[in-house]
């Protein structure tokens, strides 16, 4: 199946779905992408647990201005990779959770950032230095809205948008057999990038995201 806009991505859904020329079917067609979208990228909680995409199609890097060891983090960021400081010395800071980072954060504002942490939509650095550092992280690709629109993750994986609205088009149509089957293939799907996008990378063989424990639902 080869597809790369929403109008694509539409049309594949009704016609797996048998709702071709199907009025009310449509209208809720966008209710159903969103919440698509917000599994591909945000993850699925129970009784459809299931982990966020991570793929190369949404890394990006920001250059981001430092003022008094903190930053706000982009409007599309979903997760951080790593974070690049090219004063002297160039280092690359590493990560601390806020409840450790917060506690050891060093007051000095002169030097090269060593560790940093992130709350609330706030990027801080340790020590509270000011300046230009780059961030690495994943991107949320824009919503897809209209007929020709598409984005990165769809156009490199469009199966992983495929199933994941499919399991809201199943679940709107009140087939729990067909909705299951469908989040079999997405969690299926998922996992396999994950795994071959981890692989890819020199020296790694672990996934970049923590696995979950799948329970498909239904099962008791």
């Known amino acids: 199946m080869i597809f790369s ?4 991505l539409k049309d594949a859904v009704r016609s797996e779905c048998e709702r071709v020329n199907n009025p009310k079917f449509d209208d809720a067609l966008p209710r159903m992408i969103a919440a698509a979208e917000s599994r591909l990228y945000n993850g699925g909680g129970e009784p459809m647990r299931s982990a966020p995409l991570r793929v190369r199609a949404m890394e990006v890097n920001s250059s981001l201005t430092l003022s008094g060891g903190s930053v706000a983090l982009p409007t599309d960021f979903l997760q951080a990779k790593r974070l690049y400081w090219a004063g002297d010395p160039k280092t690359y800071p590493t990560y601390v959770a806020p409840q450790t980072f917060f506690v050891n954060r ?36 824009t919503e897809l809205e ?11 994986h469009p199966m992983a948008y495929f199933y994941a609205v499919l399991v809201e088009a199943y ?11 469908s989040f079999a293939s997405y969690v299926s799907l998922v996992s396999g990038l994950t795994e071959s996008e981890a692989t890819a990378k020199p020296g790694g063989a672990s996934p ?4 979950l424990a799948i329970r498909l639902p239904f099962e008791t």
Do not use: C, H
């Open 5 to 8: 806009t929403l109008g694509d």
């Open 106 to 141: 060093s007051t000095e504002t002169s030097g090269s950032p060593t560790s940093y942490t992130i709350d609330d939509g706030t990027l801080y650095v340790s020590p509270s230095v000011s300046g230009t550092i780059t961030l690495y992280y994943y991107q949320r690709p």
């Open 208 to 211: 970049m995201a923590p696995r």
């Open 146 to 156: 209209d007929e020709a629109d598409t984005n990165a993750v769809l156009e490199a």
């Open 171 to 181: 679940g709107y149509l009140r087939n729990p057999d067909l909705m299951r089957q």
